[in-house]
């Protein structure tokens, strides 16, 4: 069955840090492009940070310098380190496989309080 399983989200203070994972299942995950995307309320969901299946990386303006995305092909997981977090970072965290189609994650809550 195809699924990807996110973990890591919580409550952190302003200044604070989370890593998020992805656990991939039922992919050849090293072929698949791999992504965060986030979610606030009220507002469309957005892409975070992407890492190609060659290894390539973009990130939003937003997030750059603060967040950095890497991936564990023989572990099949994704991961999104986050650092120096801001309350607008507030959203669900989705992850996303994509290859010839696309897959996402169910979420997972970041909250970051001032």
């Known amino acids: 069955q195809v699924q990807l399983v996110e973990s890591g989200g919580g409550l952190v203070q302003a200044g604070g840090s989370l890593r998020l994972s992805c656990v991939a299942s039922?992919?050849?995950?090293?072929?698949?492009?791999m992504g965060w995307y986030r979610q606030a309320p009220g507002k469309q969901r957005e892409l975070v940070a992407r890492i190609t299946s060659g290894g390539r990386i973009n990130y939003a303006d937003s997030v750059k310098g603060r967040f950095t995305i890497s991936r564990d092909n023989a572990k099949n997981t994704v991961y999104l380190q986050m650092y120096s977090l801001k309350p607008e970072d507030t959203a669900v965290y989705y992850c996303?496989?994509?290859?010839?189609?696309?897959?996402w994650g169910q979420g997972t809550q970041v909250t970051v309080s001032s």
């Open positions: 996303h496989a994509q290859f010839r189609s696309d897959i």
């Open positions: 039922g992919i050849m995950f090293s072929l698949y492009d």
